[in-house]
């Protein structure tokens, strides 16, 4: 297991981004990007059965880092650790919610998206983010013109990055991996359309060249 968050960037190209609604859904998912050679996973807590579907991987799917997003309140840091998580991402991050994902000893990706929330982060110590909302954010420009000042921080970008646009983003000198949702899609999900998601997840490795 990797121990730090810019280890995090190197597993996968795309760090699938999922939201679970049913958790005995989750292990079949999980296998299913595993197979096509993605071997991470961000389980969000939007839903009723996240903490049960994170638990659940982490159970049955051992060689899968599985992580927990949409991490928003220091309650959620303990929770999702107790259930198995390996890894944490925030939308945004306040000084308490950084000192318990501090606490926790997990990997956190803590969101940003302005050169202030990123130097705030900085100075905390936390040199590998994730840039949310990326398009709304300012999109492949902005971050670019970041790396300038602050070389030394690296990126997933979330929000708004597609199949079509993963690449570009990828380029960037500040990006290690992006954050998707078109990984596993809704629909594909709900009809248990694992040959789909195993494709799609084949088809993202060769992001990054």
């Not at 996240?50 to 049955?60: F, G, R, S």
């Not at 956190?108 to 709304?136: N, Q």
């Not at 199949?163 to 992006?178: E, R, S």
């Not at 594909?188 to 490795?205: F, G, I, K, N, Y």
Request: contains cysteine; glycine residues 10%.
């Amino acid at each position: 297991m990797t121990s730090n968050a810019r280890d995090l960037l190197a597993i996968s190209p795309v760090i699938p981004v999922v939201v679970v609604e049913d958790a005995a859904s989750a292990v079949p998912l999980a296998e299913a990007l595993l197979r096509g050679g993605v071997g991470i996973i961000e389980i969000t807590l939007r839903t009723p059965d996240a903490l049960a579907a994170l638990a659940a991987v982490a159970k049955a799917v051992p060689e899968m880092r599985v992580g927990a997003g949409t991490v928003v309140t220091p309650g959620q840091v303990e929770a999702a650790r107790d259930a198995g998580a390996t890894f944490l991402v925030s939308p945004g991050a306040t000084d308490a919610l950084v000192d318990a994902a501090r606490t926790s000893g997990l990997p956190f990706l803590p969101g940003a998206g302005t050169v202030s929330e990123m130097l705030a982060l900085r100075e905390r110590g936390l040199d590998t983010l994730k840039f949310f909302p990326a398009e709304a954010s300012g999109g492949r420009g902005y971050l670019s013109s970041v790396h300038g000042p602050l070389p030394d921080l690296a990126f997933c970008p979330t929000g708004g990055v597609t199949a079509g646009t993963a690449a570009d983003w990828l380029a960037l000198p500040n990006v290690g991996c992006v954050g998707g949702s078109w990984l596993t899609p809704a629909d594909a999900v709900r009809a248990h359309d694992w040959e789909r998601v195993e494709r799609l997840a084949r088809e993202s490795t060769s992001l990054r060249l």
